[in-house]
Each structure stands twice: as structure tokens, then as C-alpha cells.
């Protein structure tokens, strides 16, 4: 049987500026982000390519308006990766719903203050696309945003991400 050791501790100082002893992990409250000590990088070294994979909330997505579907956690994220599901009617289409599932790659663009998007591996189960999705920036913070492509239809959006900071 392997040993195992376990330690607990509290400190006063943010997670992104600590400096971690070699092989300690640790985040903080609040955060998904954890952290891997090496003995010399402020704030250690980001496990799974930053905040690891977060949850967004369920957001319905009225026709005709952006709405947000992710934020970021802080202003220091300049970078998104979100897998998107959004689930909705076409317009005139009552019997089932559809679901429309797409990658999103987001960027802060500190040169112009607005946020950039790549939408790639987009799949749908409708004759056309149920939802469009950008970025965009609000008080610093890099946002996605979705919005339904029927006119009458919302659409119900589920996402999980990856963050990568500063």
C-alpha cells in the first residue's frame, strides 16, 4: 500500500503570485485553476493548459440578441477554447429539437480592445445552423456570446472551456 500525504494550509497571498515549493499543487478558493509548484514561477505552473475544463452555466439565448454564454474568470484570460451545445427548434419546427455542437477559440485583442473568435467543428442535427457564436469584451473581461439564427426560436446553450491567462 502507498503512502499518501496530505497538507493543509492557508496563506495570505493570491495563488497567481505564490511561489510553490516543487511538486506542491494548489488553487484558489473560489477558482478552478490549480496549480503545480516548481520553486521559482509566481503563481507555479497552471495544470491543464490553465483553468482546467470550467462549466459555464445554462443560458437560454432569446432570438435577435447576443447573449453572453461564457466569461472569463478574470481580466488576465486571454485566451478561451469552449466546446458549445446549444439545443432548440428551427424556425416552423415543433416535433423535436436540435442540437448544434461547435468549438470556439476566443482572444483578447489588447491592440484593439475587442474580442476575436474562430468557430471550427461545427455539427448540427438541423437542415441549417441554430445558433452563431463571436466574442466580445466587457469591462476587460473576454466574453462569448450566442445567438440564435431563428427569428421566433430560442436556443438553450451548455458549455464547458479552457482558459489560458497572461
Known amino acids: 500500500m502507498s503512502s499518501r500525504k496530505f497538507i493543509l494550509k492557508e496563506f495570505n497571498q493570491s495563488a497567481a503570485t505564490y511561489v510553490g515549493r516543487s511538486g506542491e499543487v494548489w488553487f484558489q478558493e473560489g477558482t478552478t485553476a490549480i496549480r503545480f509548484g516548481d520553486d521559482v514561477t509566481p503563481g507555479g505552473i497552471a495544470l491543464s493548459g490553465g483553468s482546467g475544463g470550467t462549466a459555464g452555466?445554462?443560458?437560454?439565448?432569446?432570438?435577435?440578441?447576443?447573449?453572453?454564454?461564457?466569461?472569463?474568470?478574470?481580466?488576465?484570460?486571454?485566451?478561451i477554447r469552449l466546446t458549445a451545445q446549444a439545443v432548440g427548434y428551427e424556425t416552423g419546427v415543433v416535433d423535436f429539437p436540435?442540437?448544434?455542437?461547435?468549438?470556439?477559440?476566443?482572444?483578447?485583442?489588447?491592440?484593439?480592445?475587442?474580442?476575436e473568435a474562430s468557430v471550427y467543428g461545427v455539427t448540427y442535427t438541423s437542415v441549417a445552423s441554430l445558433v452563431t457564436f463571436d466574442a466580445q469584451i466587457a469591462g476587460g473581461v473576454l466574453k462569448i456570446v450566442a445567438q440564435p439564427t431563428s427569428l421566433v426560436n430560442s436556443v438553450t446553450v451548455d458549455s464547458i472551456a479552457i482558459e489560458i491567462q497572461e
Do not use: F, M, Q, W
Open 57 to 79: 452555466p445554462t443560458t437560454v439565448c432569446p432570438p435577435g440578441v447576443n447573449t453572453v454564454v461564457y466569461s472569463a474568470s478574470s481580466t488576465t484570460v486571454r485566451t
Open 98 to 115: 436540435d442540437t448544434h455542437s461547435a468549438e470556439v477559440i476566443a482572444v483578447k485583442n489588447l491592440r484593439t480592445g475587442l474580442g
